[in-house]
């Protein structure tokens, strides 16, 4: 059974501070995805991750995975309350099998000015 | 508007009831998931529908839980029976496979509350 685990889950940071969300997978997966959720609604697509060592970047956002260590991080730079929300990690079974996602817990990030 | 689109958004049921929602995809999509959510938690995938076939269902989806994408294009997911348990955000959302991703792009929600 795939799971993936987020830590922290919950993240209380200043404006204008760095900090890195991190994401653990069990299994091998060919893809890596990162949403954004806002509270009352849906999730909006950050990153797709789909090698590894690939990085992605938007704005003060940037997301890495290691496939080998089965490791996804999202790093913060230079903090905004605009960031304020739960992201969440989530993994698929890739090519070889279904393509439901299996999600974290999400990481609730508070973002005071 | 041409994101993926959920009806009802909120339904409040009293046990025991039947209830219905409807997902409207992306149109060029050809991939439709149904997931839910409980508060605090990350969305639990349900079941998955690639055309008109359901290829893959979770084990949470127990037997009073039906879906149908009848033509291929809309989505109906059906809980007989209703239980308290079942109070969550049902979460409906597409994608099309390309250059190896498969983004998956979500409604709004249908938030259920069985009393």
């Known amino acids: 059974e795939l799971k993936v685990e987020q830590n922290p889950l919950f993240l209380s940071m200043q404006e204008g501070k760095n900090y890195t969300i991190y994401c653990n997978y069990s299994?091998?997966?060919?893809?890596l995805y990162w949403y954004r959720q806002d509270p009352g609604k849906s999730l909006e697509s950050l990153f797709v991750l789909l090698s590894n060592g690939a990085v992605k970047q938007e704005g003060r956002l940037m997301a890495s995975l290691d496939t080998k260590a089965r490791l996804s991080t999202l790093h913060i730079t230079a903090a905004v309350h605009d960031l304020s929300a739960t992201y969440f990690c989530?993994?698929?079974?890739?090519?070889?099998?279904?393509?439901?996602?299996?999600f974290g817990k999400g990481t609730h990030l508070i973002i005071q000015p | 508007d041409t994101g993926v689109s959920q009806d009802p958004r909120h339904k409040i049921t009293k046990r025991g009831q039947n209830v219905t929602f409807r997902c409207d995809p992306i149109?060029?999509?050809?991939?439709l998931y149904w997931y839910r959510q409980t508060l605090g938690q990350g969305p639990e995938f349900l079941t998955y529908?690639?055309?008109?076939?359901?290829?893959?269902k979770s084990r949470l989806l127990s037997d009073r839980f039906s879906a149908e994408r009848p033509k291929g294009s809309f989505s109906t997911l059906e809980i007989q029976r209703t239980e308290q348990g079942d109070s969550a955000m049902y979460l409906c959302?597409?994608?099309?496979?390309?250059?190896?991703?498969?983004?998956?792009?979500f409604g709004a929600g249908t938030r259920l509350s069985v009393l």
């Open positions: 959302a597409s994608s099309r496979i390309r250059g190896g991703s498969n983004i998956q792009y």
């Open positions: 989530a993994v698929d079974k890739g090519w070889g099998g279904a393509d439901g996602l299996t």
């Open positions: 299994t091998t997966s060919d893809r």
């Open positions: 149109s060029e999509h050809n991939r």
């Open positions: 529908f690639q055309n008109e076939a359901q290829l893959e």
